[in-house]
């Protein structure tokens, strides 16, 4: 009797430890298709996956939702955002320099001529997420930080993949100057060799490369970018039923029209911009070239038959990029407005200047 006993509770024992087994694989199953977290790259020092964590907290879920807002008038808006961030991380850093409207000392990076085709709405979405983030915040969040977040923001509510921004970027004081800025970043006519050696010397490897330029397969480019390839002779690696399409939205070079970047899922971020480049679809000398070079011709096959495995690969590179010559603890500013230098940063960047000079004649 006992004995029946005991086997029952041991049974019963066993099934509910089964049963927390199963729900604790279910969790943690749930838990790694849900987010995101890639955690596994370095980040530089300085920054950190939880920086606003005491300051700001709901800094993430503010700029998400007002995000899904804005891209529900006009999902064109999330291609913009995502190409100001790269913008501005390739002049000077991801410090928010391209933000900044020109002063007395010059115009600014927006004036340069790569520049001129960044999407000015774009740049009020960003000024008015600050305007929310410090309205419930205070002026603690910087807009750096605020534009590495939306781009992200705008890769996920496109469809593309989530994942964890490091975050503690400080503000410049200053922007690049038009030469400085148009040397920076690359032209649409650039061959992958140069493409290549470029990214190397920002610590940025071949995959990155493929997979950041994948940032095509959403957004829209105007004529000029692209009608180089078509006139007066017609580039040999365009598909030429592609060609004649572009030659109809461009009938001359310097046409003020514009063409979507990827044909195949002009606003949706997926892998289609590859499956282009494999079908000579490719918009750019600096994308078809991708798939010409027998160094990026593999990657670019690979990406365009598993959309993961490119996702994955995207969101370590945006991570990487996100990170290139960060201003942060205190360096630089929080800006109160994210197209000017507060005032007063002036007298601050003289006063150290007039330190360091009273420092070196010691
Ligand atoms: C690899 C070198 C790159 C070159 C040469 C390049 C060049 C260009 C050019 C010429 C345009 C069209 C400008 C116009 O005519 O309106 C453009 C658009 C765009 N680029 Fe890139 N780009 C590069 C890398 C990137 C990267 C790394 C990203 C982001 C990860 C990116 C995201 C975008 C987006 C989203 C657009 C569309 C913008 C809009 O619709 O307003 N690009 N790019």
Redesign the pocket.
């Known amino acids: 009797m006992a004995n029946g006993l005991s086997k029952r509770i041991f049974t019963f024992l066993m099934l509910i430890s089964l049963v927390a087994v199963a729900l604790n694989l279910l969790a943690t199953v749930e838990a790694q298709n849900k987010k995101k977290p890639r955690r596994d790259v370095p980040i530089v020092k300085g920054l950190s996956w939880s920086f606003y964590q005491k300051a700001c907290p709901k800094v993430e879920k503010i700029i998400r939702k007002e995000l899904k807002k804005v891209f529900k008038n006009d999902i064109?808006l999330a291609?913009?955002i995502?190409?100001i961030?790269?913008h501005d991380c390739f002049v000077q850093g991801c410090e928010g320099s391209v933000l900044l409207d020109g002063s007395a000392s010059g115009p600014g990076e927006q004036s340069s001529i790569?520049n001129l085709?960044?999407?000015q709405a774009?740049f009020v979405v960003i000024n008015n997420l600050r305007a929310l983030v410090h309205k419930q915040c205070g002026q603690v969040v910087s807009c750096s930080d605020t534009l590495a977040l939306a781009a992200r923001d705008s890769v996920v509510l496109s469809g593309g993949p989530d994942y964890d921004v490091p975050l503690g970027r400080r503000d410049s004081l200053a922007f690049a100057s038009q030469n400085t800025t148009l040397n920076n970043?690359?032209?649409?006519f650039?061959k992958a060799s140069q493409?290549i050696t470029d990214?190397a010397n920002r610590n940025l490897n071949i995959t990155d490369?493929v997979a950041?330029?994948?940032?095509?397969t959403?957004?829209?480019?105007?004529?000029?970018?692209?009608t180089g390839r078509l006139y007066p002779n017609q580039d040999p690696t365009m598909n030429k039923f592609f060609a004649n399409s572009l030659k109809r939205t461009c009938p001359t070079a310097n046409s003020s029209n514009?063409q979507v970047?990827d044909i195949r899922s002009p606003d949706v971020f997926d892998n289609k911009y590859y499956v282009d480049l494999m079908n000579r679809q490719g918009l750019?000398t600096?994308d078809q070239d991708l798939f010409v070079d027998k160094r990026t011709r593999g990657i670019v096959e690979s990406f365009a038959i598993d959309k993961k495995l490119f996702f994955d690969h995207f969101a370590v590179a945006?991570i990487k990029?996100g990170q290139m010559s960060v201003l942060t603890g205190s360096q630089g500013e929080i800006r109160s407005n994210c197209s000017a230098r507060n005032t007063g940063s002036f007298m601050s960047v003289l006063e150290e200047g007039i330190l360091e000079e009273a420092l070196s004649m010691i």
């Open positions: 064109g291609a913009a995502l190409r961030h790269f790569p085709t960044l999407r774009a970043l690359p032209p649409p650039a493409l990214f490369l950041l330029s994948g940032g095509h959403i957004g829209i480019a105007h004529c000029p970018s692209f514009t970047n750019f600096s945006m990029m």
